[in-house]
Nanobody
Framework: QVQPVESGGGLVQAGDSLRLSCVLS???????????MGWFRQAPGKEREFVAGISSDAGKEEMAEAVKGRFIISRDNIWRTAYLQMNSLKPEDTANYYC?????????????????WGRGTQVTVSS
């Protein structure tokens, strides 16, 4: 069974950095390169929102306006892993961060375009 597994969340102070990782388990190594990867987040009392996405060949990226210039998305197709480097973190970045995989050539930004979802990793940024 294909399953994204996130790690790397934690409690940090404003201005700090964190790197989230997402391993797509249950796939052959060569199959990972067929999936676009995305990161979403959900803060308490709010809807889940798109944060960043990267195409299957890493040739395209999409970033939410709120994180442009601070977050970087990348992937390693050999290790079947996607990353979200989060710099200059702000209290408003506090949320549960979800990784998702889409059998897609572009970079989906809508939840319903993703096929597989992780359980999330909590990021808390104190002021």
């Amino acid at each position: 069974q294909v399953q994204p597994v996130e790690s790397g969340g934690g409690l940090v102070q404003a201005g700090d950095s964190l790197r989230l990782s997402c391993v797509l388990s249950g796939l052959a190594r060569t199959s990972f390169s067929s999936y676009s990867m995305g990161w979403f987040r959900q803060a308490p009392g709010k809807e889940r929102e798109f944060v960043a996405g990267i195409s299957s060949d890493a040739g395209k990226e999409e970033m939410a306006e709120a994180v442009k210039g601070r977050f970087i998305i990348s992937r390693d197709n050999i290790w079947r892993t996607a990353y979200l480097q989060m710099n200059s973190l702000k209290p408003e970045d506090t949320a549960n961060y979800y990784c998702a995989a889409a059998f897609h050539q572009g970079v989906p930004t809508s939840e319903n375009e993703y096929d597989y979802w992780g359980r999330g990793t909590q990021v808390t940024v104190s002021s």
